[in-house]
């Protein structure tokens, strides 16, 4: 079986790799055919879903942290190990993308302690790259007052939230769930660079109310993703539209996975989600 445990980041020669060790003796979270959605199934040369700009990622974010990874390019099988006591933790990757690995890398770092310190600026190298997922993928392990920069990239690639939508999603996040970020551009006119912060925590609007439209896909499922990590102290109700889209579907899993407690159905061309319950063993 041909591994992959480490990369350089990002092209970055000044980065050492980060060493899976010989031995684990906490829990294990593997992600079984990590991405496999409808974009990979219809790909006519097969070759592995994440590629040496995305486990170069996973290992920047995973510096100073007590995790470690390794990614199986022949089966598609992507795992974190971590000082965790418990039982492994599986999650089938079929229909889901990116978005799940980014949840259960944070989970991981999370879980483990968190970091030692906030985590190094990042620099994306591939001018197409989406370098706005880096902000999705580190914005949980930030502790208050922390920041964490990305620089180089195309904030503009539709594979990842615009710097506009993370703007309004913040204002959602902060009155449903409290939690405050923002995201500063600190762009030049030839690259593109953007800090993200988070501030102290502040009390949610117990009277949020998302108006009468349903709320888009990637709203909802940012939304979900959230709940994963802040823990509401209400019931918590979306209705987002109902789409074709995998994002949504594979966020409520992870969800469940983590012991919630979720309805869904369909009314009226909407989808209605409702938390039930807030599962004991989020983070």
């Known amino acids: 079986m041909r591994e992959v445990q480490h990369r350089r980041v990002m092209r970055d020669p000044s980065v050492r790799p980060i060493e899976?060790?010989?031995?684990?003796?906490?829990?294990?979270?593997?992600?079984?055919?990590?991405?496999?959605?409808?974009?990979?199934?219809?790909?006519?040369?097969?070759?592995?879903?994440?590629?040496?700009?995305?486990t170069s990622a996973i290992a920047h974010m995973l510096q100073r942290?007590?995790?470690?990874?390794?990614?199986?390019?022949?089966?598609?099988?992507?795992?974190?190990?971590?000082?965790?006591?418990?039982?492994?933790?599986?999650?089938?990757?079929?229909?889901?993308?990116?978005?799940?690995?980014?949840?259960?890398?944070?989970?991981?770092?999370?879980?483990?302690?968190?970091?030692?310190?906030?985590?190094?600026?990042?620099?994306?190298?591939?001018?197409?790259?989406?370098?706005?997922?880096?902000?999705?993928?580190s914005m949980f392990t930030l502790?208050?007052?922390?920041?964490?920069?990305?620089?180089?990239?195309?904030?503009?690639?539709?594979?990842?939230?615009?710097?506009?939508?993370?703007?309004?999603?913040?204002?959602?996040?902060?009155a449903l769930l409290g939690v405050s970020f923002r995201l500063e551009d600190l762009s030049t006119s030839n690259c593109p660079k953007f800090e993200l912060s988070r501030s102290k925590n502040v009390t949610p609007d117990s009277n949020w109310n998302q108006g009468t439209v349903p709320l888009p896909v990637h709203t909802t499922d940012q939304l979900l993703m959230a709940i994963g990590f802040v823990r509401p102290d209400r019931q918590i109700v979306l209705r987002c539209e109902e789409k074709e889209d995998y994002h949504v579907d594979a966020m409520l899993r992870v969800l469940k996975v983590m012991g919630h407690k979720i309805d869904c159905v369909v009314h009226n061309n909407e989808r209605v989600i409702t938390i039930e319950q807030i599962a004991e063993n989020s983070v």
């Not at 055919?33 to 590629?51: E, S, V």
């Not at 949840?103 to 197409?128: A, F, H, M, T």
């Open 20 to 54: 899976k060790p010989e031995a684990r003796n906490g829990l294990r979270i593997t992600i079984t055919r990590a991405k496999l959605n409808h974009k990979y199934k219809r790909r006519k040369k097969q070759k592995p879903r994440l590629n040496d700009d995305d």
């Open 65 to 137: 942290t007590k995790v470690h990874f390794g990614y199986d390019v022949v089966t598609g099988n992507l795992w974190f190990d971590t000082p965790i006591k418990g039982d492994d933790i599986e999650f089938d990757g079929l229909d889901t993308g990116g978005q799940v690995i980014r949840w259960w890398l944070q989970w991981s770092i999370v879980r483990s302690g968190g970091r030692d310190g906030p985590p190094e600026s990042l620099r994306v190298y591939s001018n197409g790259k989406a370098c706005m997922l880096y902000v999705q993928a």
């Open 143 to 174: 502790e208050e007052g922390e920041s964490f920069v990305v620089q180089g990239g195309n904030p503009a690639n539709s594979d990842a939230p615009t710097p506009r939508f993370y703007a309004k999603f913040f204002d959602e996040l902060r």
